[in-house]
């Protein structure tokens, strides 16, 4: 009996340790799909790992981030909150707290959760960027930018705070720092369709036309269902004088994603009066 105990016993440390790798592969197979966008793989995988280990925070955490951007933002905060249950000092779960209180328009508890995260982690420049924003949203320009400046010196490989601050930059007329952060966004994230897209606004703002065509272009190499980058080059195109390439670029935008007909719809106008005149 003895020794068929220690066989038993065997087996289930064997068969265990089966498990826990099959587990982690399955983690890592998650973090690939989110990486490619693929959210609704991303969310299975991450969900077949919780299954497996159902008291690891980063299989709430990561599939909190995946419910994200699946826009199931009460299932991201369950997420989140099961992380800090399983580990209070985890301040990746209070920063993912604070990005679904984002997408609820709950600043205050946003504002909470990011504050928390960076009492935990001084050095959390994602908490850092959401507070900037935040702040920048509420006129509090100053201390918005200050949040950037702190971040890029913590990490001065990171994109989204050089995008940040160079659209704060924009907003602000300085279109000379904008470009600059967006040019070091742009060597840093190449395959960024957002920082193509805001660099692109940022040539638009100075009149240098074709360049901000060329990088909506690129965006859309990148990102050929990118809504944005159309409307954004129709116009560039406008403000060029070419309203025929103006009205195409935008309809196609607006046909993609008819949300931004509020914000596109005087500019397609103007486009469809100068080409009639």
């Known amino acids: 009996m003895i020794h068929i105990a220690g066989y038993l016993l ?3 440390f064997i068969t265990g340790s089966a498990f826990s790798q099959d587990a982690e592969g399955l983690f890592t197979q998650g973090e690939e799909y989110f990486a490619q966008g693929r ?29 994200i951007f699946l826009k199931k933002i009460k299932d991201a905060l369950s997420d989140f909150d099961k992380a800090i249950s399983i580990d209070p000092k985890n301040y990746k779960a ?41 702040y920048y949203g509420e006129g509090k320009t100053v201390e918005a930018l200050g949040f950037l400046d702190k971040a890029i010196k913590i990490q001065p490989e990171n994109v989204d705070s050089y995008k940040n601050r160079g659209s704060m930059r924009l907003f602000n007329g300085d279109t000379t720092g904008a470009l600059d952060d967006l040019n070091k966004a742009v060597e840093l994230g190449p395959n960024r369709v957002d920082v193509y897209n805001t660099r692109g606004a940022i040539f638009r703002e100075m009149s240098r036309y074709d360049e901000a065509i060329a990088d909506f272009t690129k965006a859309l190499e990148l990102d050929p269902f990118s809504a944005e980058a159309l409307c954004r080059m129709g116009i560039a195109y406008l403000y060029k004088g070419d309203y025929d390439n103006a009205i195409l670029n935008m309809e196609k935008g607006l046909n993609m994603d008819p949300s931004l007909k509020e914000t596109m719809s005087k500019y397609l106008e103007e486009a469809r009066e100068k080409k009639g005149k």
Do not use: C
């Open 10 to 12: 065997l087996i289930l």
């Open 39 to 67: 959210f609704t793989d991303a969310h299975f995988s991450f969900s077949k790992y919780i299954e497996y280990n159902p008291d690891s925070a980063k299989g709430y955490i990561s599939r909190g981030n995946t419910y």
């Open 94 to 134: 209070y920063s993912g707290r604070g990005t679904a209180y984002i997408y609820m328009q709950d600043g205050v508890e946003a504002l909470k959760s990011y504050n928390k995260a960076l009492e935990l982690n001084p050095k959390d420049v994602v908490s850092m960027n959401s507070i900037a924003v935040i």
